[in-house]
């Protein structure tokens, strides 16, 4: 396993060489979303609307963060349950989307997808939420601001901290880690 930088938006080439359980460190721009910011953005792309972002290398991160205190960036920045995201994601991956980043394992149609559209899913750590909105340097909602929390917003980062828990190749990190457990490794 190693520690790759990455920054956005991503490419296939950039994807390519990573294999789950590597660390990847993340720079560039980074969209937050969540279920209800999800459900708009399919109904934009099913009436042939454009995203309020560039879908094209894009990573979308799922999160609701915490309001910011006076002089913060950002506050507390968790990753929520990624499968709950799972039925509108193979139609993001589609349109270019290179990335999603959440905690827990994903669905099969959601993995075949990534292998299809060579795309990553790529784990924060649960509980690790300070942490992680430290890497945060700018952030600006630019859509659904109706939403609150789960106002779609543009995080500019640097050296976000995370790992490959999908690759491109269909490799799953979770299971590894059973099949490990079950050796006895």
């Known amino acids: 396993m190693k520690t790759v930088k990455l920054a956005t938006p991503l490419t296939t080439e950039d994807l390519t ?23 708009r953005l399919v109904a934009l792309l099913e009436e042939g609307k454009d995203l309020p972002f560039d879908p094209e290398g894009a990573v979308i991160y799922y999160v609701g963060p915490a309001p910011s ?21 193979p139609l993001l991956l589609r349109h270019g989307v290179k990335a999603t980043i959440g905690k827990g394992p994903r669905g099969q149609e959601v993995r075949d997808a990534m292998v299809e559209n060579r795309a990553v899913y790529l784990g924060a750590v649960g509980g690790a939420a300070a942490g992680i909105a430290a890497a945060v340097k700018e952030v600006e909602v630019i859509a659904y601001e109706d939403l609150g929390t789960e106002a779609i917003r543009r995080l500019v980062v640097e050296d976000m ?19 490990e457990y079950r050796r006895g490794g």
Do not use: C, I, W
Request: glycine share 10%; no cysteine; net charge negative.
């Open 161 to 179: 901290p995370l790992f490959v828990v999908n690759d491109v190749h269909g490799r799953d990190l979770f299971e590894m880690g059973v099949a």
């Open 17 to 39: 060489p990573l294999e789950a359980g590597d660390k990847v460190l993340l720079s560039g721009e980074v969209h937050t979303a969540r279920d209800a910011a999800h459900k």
């Open 69 to 89: 205190r006076p002089g913060q960036v950002l506050n507390s920045a968790g990753p929520t349950t990624s499968y709950r995201m799972d039925v509108f994601t």
